[in-house]
């Protein structure tokens, strides 16, 4: 029956065997094909006679053309015919524009990386999951239980809060330290002309904080560095990130953010304050600390499960949002908008307590600093609210702000083009931990030599007062009591600058000024993030925005006739209006790099503590994301397809009806028996990668293929082995175990080489009915590709196994399985593409 | 081996059977006894030899207490022991307390009624609709339908707030042409002493608009009564409520409310935006609109089903909601909380999106009314940012919040109480259609009167300006250029009434006018909510609330000591303050009325266009929702339990781990062959209720037991039925069919008494192969109940087909088999109550 055709590919012409199954009526589909190829991973399945006799009846069916493309990136399939192709050859358009000026679109690698696991968040249901469940129901437990969740999130609350408040005093103290001292030896050298005096010192202090900053996250824990929020996002989505949540983490990613912002790196303590939150969470939720040096505390162990664990970490995102950007409503739908398939009411409304907690906690702490604690004013670290005047905007005004939005995402595009082509560089050439901390020290160095050149090459004097009335100003060259308009931007820590760009009056800055600004501080943007140390991208993506969005209020004080009847009056804007520019432009930048989902509109409206205003930001940030959207994907998207994490989308791609579960399946499965010998498991266990085996029923008629009757988890095998549970065939095993065993082991389980077998116990017999979980969610092989993922991401699985019509496992499918299918397009048609799943 | 036992019960002895099954070492479970009294719906089912075996395993595990009850409310079954009883024994504390002082609380109906269907959310993958797919598959389809999708949610927006202005205005103008008018007769009269004149004429008016207003809702719809969001929150949790949706509806609901308000009832327009927002979506969504004369005008049908229906809702909901109090984002989280399960971040946008367009129409279009479209200042109908200073809040204020939401939450649970025993009244004894006319008209006429006496009786002068300079006030008996205080409260809508009470200086309203209107306003809006008009709950909840939050600021500010060092002075408090206290209290009787969900929150926060000041509105919402929940359930959520409705809860009531899938499921099944015979089909349409019917393998030898192939829907069936897609055995179908011809019969589909059948037909065969969905979800009959919860809730499902390990059906699961099942308390243990499922 096999055919081999030579079919023509975009890689040349191949060879590829076509197998056709049944009668020739039928259209010819992807089950039946097998590309041989390389790296083709395509196999074949019977199809049932049922299924042949449906595709029969109907008639008009047409039989698309198969385009098979194998190229250098991965093995994708398009057997569709052209989709929304409008839109992609628009989009082709503009990618072959930008070719041509050299701006080339990425091809973001496709593929994810096997090493990332699922988190088990679905709840295994076997004898002592439910032995357990009995002693939970005294009347003491579920008070207990209910009440210590609660406290756990108030907890965090509190934590998160003290956390925010220490290191905004630590920074600001310092910060205006460091600035008062270059200011003095900036006015002194001046006068003298020394000023590589000042220069030097500024590029030492900085090379010194950020080297140590660096070498911190690098040696201590890697995964601190950056903001910490595509992680952050990416656990939230289920991935398990080893490394993410630990006590390592937490001190590289507080001390470090301190740190590189001390070191004069363009970035924010904002992004940071999420991910410290959520080790907060996980620590108090784990009742264990496990300090760097080994050792541990222990307080309780009832919530150490994935399960928990993630809810409490939606809480500590959620207050750390919270505290950083005084945003509780934000912060909860930012912890929850990620995690949609497991939200419910009553885990939202702990989480946005907690984070409320944290606001308050926050506000509380801040204003004790500045004085007074009862006055309640500060709820965030970062606040855009001190406007003099009401926020207020006309109609005539939108078209403006609509434009600004094309220009963020046009430039928020630009900004995650040029740091994916960094990251891939840095991921080639810079991969050694001493280059990395040489590149941190570079561009610290860099930052500060970049604004002594600014400032002293353009010396844009001028005798406004800044906004904020302890803002370090130097004279520079300046007379008669101005200062170096630049010097409220460059002597300050990111965030003080912003706060200058927003709220300072119209003529503290000028045109010059603000485009070297705008220029400098992109490029320095874009060569900060990425870098390993412990940094927000929050901060300065606002600030670049602001810096051009005072240049277009400037540019529209400029064009605009001094008619009061026409609403927007120079005069008028010169007093108050552009503040108003500055602060859209920041929010059309954010959009464009972060492509701000609803969370984000809401932590920045918040933020800006003015909701009718809120509508302008809200439609700026929706266009921005659309053009930038239509370039490429945003900066945290990006970071997450660069290290090749299985997230899941919200929906399963388009066009995949014709995909059937035993398509997206892995195969052949491993197996054990409900009475497993103790040498198979060993053995499977250390022979194979997989962390779920289904269990079947012992049918001495046919091995290996009898019905499914639960599923057992690795670790939970391994630590069954650990405690040696099991025992000669027939005898009843010697010791019990119960589920607080398993969570001591949590949450890293052991590696099956620390297990010690004699060859004794590998002949002996593991009874696994009271483990594994009886009731494992399964499909049938024929569920449709969309239907096997809603119900893969609605229920949060890890595993779940494909049945064949007689419940026998067939196959299972877990998140890579899933996360591999993902849109593309090419030459027009839209097509399926199927990532690669690397090991590195 | 059965065994008649003699138990206790509380309605005295009954004799019930107990069926033991099994080794006598199992512990008896709910499976294993079947409890023989009245109304007791447990039933017996086989359990596996494993899972004997299983349960042996645990030598532990506790034999419990096993309690049946039955009480005159239904079937309650508690098999646990005592369960969160200290909580439980406290709130039965209160409760004996309460009955002391004659106020009870409440046992709602515990039943659910059977006409409420669920929505059909899961797509039905059938070969029609893989066949229209591939048609979609080409880009003029993708990009149309993509488009299409936003234009609608566009539209949406638009034409909602279309609504929203023009109801605004007509209501407006109207209302204070009348209130003039009334105003001009009672300062002549006053003099004249002719005040019965002026009485009697608002009386007269009232009447006749209210029973104008009630009779529309009555004989055009009944489901437009009340303000509509419990039904709206019913059919997001995925609720089919038939009527809702539809252009008679829509008729009473708007016309309905602008006679409702005219006619001096105490509610509000706002709720009912909602509601009108929902079905202007549908209308759109659907491309159908079906006028009252039985005629329709069709548009396009691509969207005629379930699942895009409720997505457009959503929409129409949110736009409602945005447009009713200028809140995009609180619009959008009041759609997409209820609808959690089906949470999708390109939905997400989409609802984001028209109820910001929706914000946005509004404010241009009250601008406009207004005079200047381009100020853009109001956008939505209610704002309560009209504070003359800024609102600040101590700390030491707090406490003083929380005991005002303690009252809050107090009364807030009373007016449930209240009005709860006020509905049961109604549904008893006024169920004819004029005595509801007659009642709303009462209610008007008595409004009416008591605020004539108020007026007069109190005579309460003020020389102080009200806020608004339009307000009508009238002088009664005052002199000396003052007006009656009472006046610019009950001349005005509640909208005006709340404004005033926020917004009015500290002088304007005197403690005992205050005291008479809370009382009042209290009564009125008890006796109000549930009439049979148009009408919201939020206006006048937030008056009532405003009202003691004033009372409460002048108590503070008399008690205070003038010290300004103590941050809460009185004299500051006259000046500003006292707006703030009437902000708190109307958020606090709001909560305790409504028990506000994240998204009201979000909404009053917005509303106030003041995030700072969101702090302590979140706290005390949080707090008066504890206590209020503390006494009862909120308004909204007693609604539908008093009508039965099968809402679904965000997680399976705990302690139900013991129950299974067979114990939950209804059965025995009605199952279809693949190829079945037309007068089956017929007979069974006609003598059984199911929605759904599971289709078995034809299988020879085990008629009636074969494996599951798929499931098809009463309303496929029907249309089947209708179209005649049936032929005699062996013959091919005579007529094609397309998924268009479902479409044309959708949302109201045939009865089967609208089909006619010779008798010849009966006797064809039907082939469901084309037609029954191949791969409905299925659960194996040992599953617990949270995880078949957990799979019927994430996934919005109709139907779960529970199975054997053969995978033949043994029973279906649907919503109401979830939704009986209830956490209850009775004397110190927590049970889970099974509510009855009744048909009327």
Redesign the interface.
Known sequence: MDEVQTVSLAGGEKEITVIPHGRNTRRPSTEEITVIGPESKFHVTPVSE?EH??NN??P???TPELKFELDDEGDTLSN????????SSKFRDIQKRLKQYGIESPRFRKRLVSKWESLNYD?C?N?LY??E??KY???KW??LR?LSKWLVMFSIGIMTALLAATIHFVVEKLAHLKFDLIKHYFDDCAKNNCLYQPALMWMGINLVITVAGAALVTFLQPMAAGSGIPYIKSYLNGVKIPGLLTFRAFVAKTLGVVMSILGGLACGKEGPMAHSGSIIAAGLGRGRINFCNGKSISFYSAFRNDHEIRDFMAGGAASGVSSAF?A??GG?LFSL?EA??F????L??RV??SS?VA??AT??LISAINGD?????D?GLVRF?AFKFDL?????EIPVFIFMAVIGGLSGALFVVMNYKLTVFRKRYLNKNWIKIIEAGLVAMVSAAVAFGLMVGINDCTDKAPFDSHAVTAAVYCTDKKHNSLSTLFLTTPEGCLKALLHDPFESHGPVSLVAFVLIFFLLGVWTYGLSVSSGVFIPSLAIGAAWGRLVGIGVAHLMPENPNL?VNSSLIKQLDVGKFALIGAACQLGGILRT??SL??II??CT????F??PI??VL?ISKWVGDFITTGLYDMNVEVMGIPTLP??CP??C?DLRASDVMSHPLATFKTKEKVENIYRMLKEETFCGFPVIEDDPMAPGKG?L?GLILRNQLLVLLKKKIFCPEGQVPPRNITIKDFRDFYPVYLKVSEIDLSDEEKSYVMDL??YYN??P?T??Q???L??VF??FR??GLRHLIVTD???MPMGMVTRKDLAKFRVGSKRGL?KIEQLKIEDK
Chains 1, 2 share one sequence.
């Open positions: 049922e006799e449906l009846r109907v008009s069916r047409p569709h015919n052209s989709i929304t192709a409008l839109l709840v249901e004898v439910i032995k469940q009995e129901k005294s009347k579920v008070t209910w005084g509780p409503i909860t908008e949609a398939s939200w419910n009411q009553d939202t409304w946005f307590f409320m606001c308050f506000n509380f604690p009862t006055k309640l004013t709820p609210n207020k905007f006309d109609l005539i609403g989902t609803i509109t809401v409206v918040e503590d003015d909701i009718s809120g509508l809200m439609i929706m919200f929906e388009p066009l009806d019905k009757k009915k009271p009886p009731s969610y499909v049938e024929k569920f449709s969309p239907r809603n119900l609605g229920l019509e007689k419940n839209v």
